[in-house]
């Protein structure tokens, strides 16, 4: 059975870090684009950032271009996201997903991920 399970979530000032985990288990993801998506109470899932299998190229949406620094280990069948200077409007339920498709380029697109986890929730104070 593929699961891909997120922790690292939590509450946290502003200015604050956390960094998410996705662990990936039934089978390897080393070949899969890896991706996050976040989803606020109210508003759609939206694109965060994504991985080349190979690591070689990440996508982030605007919102956390410098501040989210998305990395994978394929031996630990693992991806992270490094979250630092947390704001408010990042508080959401963030969930991990593998890109249909064997060698397939990252997607900010939701449809193009088959496998999601469960998602860990993520709260910035102000």
């Known amino acids: 059975q593929v699961q891909l399970v997120e922790s690292g979530g939590g509450l946290m000032q502003t200015g604050g870090s956390l960094r998410l985990s996705c662990a990936a288990s039934g089978r390897t993801f080393s070949n899969s684009a890896m991706g996050w998506f976040r989803q606020a109470p109210g508003k759609e899932r939206e694109f965060v950032a994504a991985i080349m299998w190979s690591g070689s190229v990440i996508q982030y949406a605007d919102s956390v271009k410098g501040r989210f620094t998305l990395s994978r280990d394929n031996a630990k069948n693992t991806v992270y996201l490094q979250m630092n200077s947390l704001k408010p409007e990042d508080t959401a339920g963030y969930f991990c997903?593998?890109?249909?498709?064997?060698?397939?380029?990252?997607?900010?697109?939701?449809?193009?991920?088959?496998?999601w986890g469960q998602g860990t929730q993520v709260t910035v104070s102000s």
């Open positions: 997903a593998a890109r249909r498709g064997i060698f397939a380029p990252p997607s900010t697109r939701k449809y193009d991920y088959e496998y």
